[in-house]
């Protein structure tokens, strides 16, 4: 049974497309077989695992969810695919402005291909627009990504607080669970530490725990599109992604 997962927060910079592509690495190399979906029109996680130049490639998610057509699978490895974004998925909503129950536009997407997969991880963009709204009525689970300060809080919140009210619509998706969240970039003074212990209190166990240290490595990782375990294979946010991957697989991929 494939598990849909959508990684989100309100902000952006909190290391989302970073997880998202780590995760997929990391379960991929498990020999999982793992689909990642761009829903960001800033396609930071096409352009750094897609061989295909963002301008050169002909068909994106958009086409896929706007239009119905059989989405466009670009294969990574034996184990890892990609469906590509583009800029023009920031057109998405004006463009499905009128087509009924919009809000399960991705979900019809997946549901044609979801059991070719033990894993589908959609990247989310950093808004409550359609899009992370379409993602959330998609998904079994929510995973939030944030750093450790008030504005990133603030946009975990904001998420959590869509997630619940279509988890409370019975016509959307009762199931979604909201099931863990990652810290990352987290660089140890007294102010992320007071957020860090903020967010410990109020969230409890789906915190993952230790956070993801800072690292000039994974920005470098990002600059020549290469996953963090093959730029820096022993480094110390390696070391915690390889942390936070084996949890969420005890917790979501074995449950």
Sequence with gaps: MSKII?????????????????????????????????L?????????????????????????????VQPPITRLSKTLDLIPSGLELSNFENEVAGVSCREFLVSDMLNKIKSNYD????????????????????????????TADSLSYAGMLMIGGLAKRIRENPRLNPELKTSAVIVTKFKSNKLTNSFL????????????????????????????????????????????????ADALEERLLKD
């Design 40 to 68: 960001d029109s800033q396609a930071n996680l096409t352009q750094i695992t897609s061989p295909t130049p963002l301008e050169d490639i002909e068909m994106t998610v958009k086409e896929a969810i706007a239009y119905g």
């Design 119 to 146: 894993v589908i991880l959609i990247d989310c963009p950093p808004a409550l627009g359609l899009l992370t709204y379409n993602a959330l009525v998609a998904a079994d689970h929510l995973v939030m990504t944030a």
């Design 197 to 244: 212990q903020k967010i410990r209190d109020e969230i409890g166990p789906a915190l993952i725990d230790p956070p993801v240290r800072e690292a000039t490595k994974i920005q470098q990782a990002t600059a020549f599109r290469q996953s963090i375990f093959q730029y820096d294979p022993d480094g110390n946010a390696t070391k915690d992604y390889q942390a936070v």
């Design 6 to 38: 959508a990684i989100a927060n309100n902000k952006g910079g909190v290391g989302k497309t970073t997880t998202v592509a780590a995760l997929a690495y990391a379960w991929s190399a498990k020999g999982y077989k793992v689909l990642l979906v761009d």
